[in-house]
């Protein structure tokens, strides 16, 4: 059973750095699975921000925020992690993670591709 709950959203200023943290509340290492991070902004589609495969762990970035956020897994697999430095205004948005239980090499960075999905949590960057 996968239930995915992202933690560590909050409001900073611009140039601060943020973690999130994304865990299966079901207890389950997700390490089975790509994990994503994706984003929402009001009034704005949803996007792709960055994503980790299956180990060994391949990742990839959109490239609003390459060189400024990092996606990775803790040793004991059972939490993926965004973070995220040099925040800037236009990263405040809901932040959601998701897991594409369907890959097996890489990762996608199409929503569709995700069948479990966060509750998403708040991130606000002032300026």
């Known amino acids: 059973q996968v239930q995915l709950v992202e933690s560590g959203g909050g409001l900073v200023q611009a140039g601060d750095s943020q973690r999130l943290s994304c865990t299966n509340s079901?207890?389950?290492?997700?390490?089975?699975?790509?994990v994503g991070w994706f984003r929402q902004a009001p009034g704005k589609e949803r996007e792709f921000v960055a994503a980790i495969s299956r180990n060994p762990a391949v990742t990839r970035y959109a490239d609003s925020v390459k060189g400024r956020f990092t996606i990775s897994r803790e040793n004991a697999q059972k939490t993926v992690y965004l973070q995220m430095d040099s925040l800037k205004p236009e990263d405040t948005a809901v932040y959601y993670c998701?897991?594409?239980?369907?890959?097996?090499?890489?990762?996608?960075?199409?929503?569709?591709?995700?069948?479990?999905w966060g509750q998403g949590t708040q991130v606000t960057v002032s300026s």
């Open positions: 998701a897991v594409d239980r369907a890959a097996i090499y890489g990762v996608r960075t199409a929503a569709s591709a995700y069948d479990r």
């Open positions: 079901a207890g389950l290492t997700i390490s089975t699975y790509a």
